[in-house]
């Protein structure tokens, strides 16, 4: 290779973010990181960046940027600090860079994702959020510029594993019949439903399969997680959500699936580990070390699969009907459940009233048109303000 590939990695002291840099690591002869960002585990960013070097890192405020700056220059590196969202939007659209890895939970990683679009970056997006807020925008910023869009969520890596390389024709005309979206079914697939009414952010935390982060490992319990997938994954493929199934299979062993018109079901398998997505979406179309062991399927022994219980999960219900409205639709859900999730890791609610606040303010603000970005904001700042007066009222 002529030169290292330059790597940011957006949110790079999450579980994403670490596998990210975990692969990196490996393979030395290909990649070198840019640049490091962090939210508040600056301690831990500030030993990220002492490993790997970056050229820049960037924190949220001018403090902690001060704090990181002094330590990085004891540590004897020359790494530039910089701070908020101008600094993210630096890292993601400089032109030296070669891949983003966008890896910030929420909506606060939407504005440096699409930075790195509008450059024409290759986007390794874990960040579903930017994609379900502004789906229409996002797609059309990536064929403007030509951005390499590759996804590295386990489910939708494996789908695009699983498709024909001219899948962007559209689904009918590559003979896909529908997508098959799988699902552990988090923690709580066999818990008593009156029993979910006691449930600790602790418990709902502790996933049966995945290392996550909190918001994220709460999105799994709930299955909103999966509803931001169904959405996400309506975008990345063009696929109509009655063309999106979900399916509960507890081993995350298959991620996910691909259903053709000839009958044929392709999947894709492999232990889960985020770092088997990553390698593939940092190589493509190469194939390259991991770090993951070999699936034993000796081991695994046996593969179930369920229908989910809208009942048990009603936020899965909710992200099926905010993907048929679209619009302002996703960016409300969105926004309402991260203020949702928020109150019940502070335990000021109990874990079944996150559907209802989300339920709520979908019922509150009708459905609008959603042209540019800041539509986009101004309907996920409405429905952050109906979730707080939710809150107002009704929290414990």
């Not at 585990?41 to 820049?56: G, I, K, N, S």
């Not at 418990?203 to 982060?213: D, L, R, V, Y």
């Not at 369920?306 to 999960?313: G, L, M, V, Y």
């Not at 459905?367 to 970005?373: E, K, P």
């Amino acid at each position: 290779m002529s030169r290292l590939q330059q790597v940011t990695v957006l949110g790079a002291t999450g579980s994403v973010g670490l596998s990210a840099l975990d692969v990196i690591a490996r393979h030395p002869e290909r990649y070198q990181v840019f640049a490091l960002t962090g939210f508040s585990r600056l301690t831990e960013l500030l030993a990220l960046c002492v490993r790997h070097a970056p050229r820049f890192a960037v924190v949220p405020g001018v403090t902690a940027a001060r704090g990181l700056q002094d330590d990085l220059r004891a540590a004897g590196l020359a790494t530039q600090v910089l701070v908020g969202e101008e600094g993210l939007c630096q890292v993601s659209a400089d032109a030296e860079v070669d891949a983003v890895v966008a890896a910030i939970v929420g909506a606060a990683g939407l504005r440096p994702t699409l930075a790195a679009v509008d450059a024409g970056k290759k986007i390794l997006l874990a960040n579903k959020e930017a994609l379900v807020m502004s789906g229409t925008l996002f797609m059309q910023a990536v064929r403007k510029s030509g951005a390499v869009l590759l996804p590295l969520d386990s489910e939708h890596n494996a789908i695009f594993q699983c498709m024909p390389g001219d899948f962007a024709r559209g689904l009918s005309q590559v003979g896909v019949r529908r997508i098959l979206l799988t699902a552990s079914g988090g923690p709580f697939r066999k818990t008593p439903l009156a029993d979910l009414e006691h449930v600790s952010p602790d418990q709902a935390c502790a996933h049966p399969n995945w290392s996550m982060g909190r918001k994220i490992s709460v999105d799994s319990a709930s299955m909103m997680n999966k509803g931001l997938e169904l959405i996400e994954a309506c975008w990345l493929f063009d696929a109509r959500p009655d063309q999106v199934e979900v399916v509960i299979h507890p081993q995350s062993v298959i991620h996910s699936l691909v259903d053709y018109v000839d009958g044929s079901v392709l999947a894709q398998l492999g232990n889960p580990d985020m770092r088997t997505p990553i390698a593939n979406a940092l190589a493509w179309p190469e194939r390259i070390d991991s770090g993951v062991a070999p699936l034993d399927l000796f081991a695994i022994a046996r593969l179930d699969f369920e229908a989910p219980d809208e009942q048990r999960f009603p936020c899965l219900r909710l992200a099926r009907q905010v993907a048929e409205a679209g619009n302002s639709a996703p960016a409300m859900l969105n926004a309402a459940n991260e203020v949702a999730v928020a109150a019940f890791l502070e335990q000021r609610i109990r874990f079944p009233q996150i559907a209802s606040i989300i339920e709520d303010v979908l019922s509150l603000e009708p459905v609008v048109a959603v042209n540019d970005l800041g539509a986009v904001f101004e309907a996920d700042a409405k429905a952050r303000a109906l979730a707080e007066q939710w809150l107002s009222r009704n929290a414990r």
